[in-house]
């Protein structure tokens, strides 16, 4: 059974510091390319980061990494705004197979 579950969410402040973590089971994790994406309320699920692409919005301040063994990757995510709130997914893609997990709430407010 393919799993994708994100953690690290949370309520920071604007300037603050997240670290999201996606473990993933199921499936022969390093053949998959891994990213983030967010969805803000009222908005459209968008793109945050790829192990070789950023979003402009995001650039210089979030970091992804994975790690093969562990089978999970990673979201570092500093100089946070208020803009950066939303839920934030992991996603597993190979071929025609692709995955999502269930997602995890980060809040920047003061």
């Known amino acids: 059974q393919v799993q994708l579950v994100e953690s690290g969410g949370g309520l920071v402040q604007p300037g603050g510091s997240l670290r999201l973590s996606c473990a993933a089971s199921?499936?022969?994790?390093?053949?998959?390319?891994m990213s983030w994406y967010r969805q803000a309320p009222g908005k459209e699920r968008e793109f945050v980061a790829s192990?070789?692409n950023y979003a402009e919005s995001v650039k210089g301040r979030f970091t992804i990494s994975r790690d093969n063994a562990r089978n999970t990757v990673n979201l570092q995510m500093n100089s946070l705004k208020p803009e950066d709130t939303a839920v934030y997914y992991c996603?597993?893609?190979?071929?025609?197979?692709?995955?999502w997990g269930q997602g995890t709430q980060v809040t920047v407010s003061s």
């Open positions: 996603k597993a893609q190979n071929n025609g197979y692709t995955y």
């Open positions: 199921g499936f022969t994790f390093s053949s998959y390319a």
């Open positions: 192990y070789y």
